[in-house]
């Protein structure tokens, strides 16, 4: 499910005790607090016999624009991951950039943090993204790094452990 709501307090108790309810399990998430406003990712397992329930009690929340949506359980192709820390001037357009350079070699964006950096001794902004990739098993590393760097000679990629 995806939700979106002015930030506030109590908003993380009110899905997980909805969920609860239903005798749901909260699997995974991931959840941010952005310009005032909330949002999240959130992957829940229930029973069959309470999925429609619980799906519609959760729309039904009072004050948050949540969607869901049901998870097929087909397996999927296994990838290597690798996570990176990419740190360059920052310029409109940068994003677009990088996540062409991730796509062209046929890897998959999983995670995606940005955020703006004064630069030490300069001041001006310093784009710093740390993204987690998904890698076909025929893309190498440095395949993926060589891409990313030809953006630009003021982009550093560093591969995290």
């Known amino acids: 499910m995806t939700v979106l709501a002015p930030d506030r307090t109590g908003i993380v108790k009110s899905i997980s005790e909805t969920i609860a309810a239903h005798g749901g399990n909260w699997l995974e998430s991931r959840m941010a607090r952005l310009a005032g406003q909330f949002a999240g990712i959130v992957r829940v397992e229930c029973s069959e016999a309470e999925v429609e329930g619980l799906m519609a009690d959760l729309e039904a929340l009072e004050g948050l624009?949540?969607?869901?949506r049901r998870e097929s359980l087909a397996g999927e192709e296994h990838h290597d991951f690798i996570h990176l820390d990419v740190v360059g001037n920052d310029r409109p357009g940068i994003v677009r950039q990088l996540s062409a350079a991730i796509a062209s070699v046929g890897a998959n964006l999983e995670d995606l943090h940005t955020q703006l950096e004064s630069a030490p001794m300069a001041g001006h902004p310093l784009f710093h993204a740390t993204v987690t990739v998904s890698l076909p098993p025929d893309v190498s590393p440095g395949a993926l790094t060589q891409?990313?760097?030809?953006?630009?000679?003021?982009?550093a990629v560093t591969v995290l452990d």
């Open 65 to 68: 624009a949540i969607q869901t």
């Open 147 to 155: 891409s990313i760097e030809t953006l630009g000679e003021d982009l």
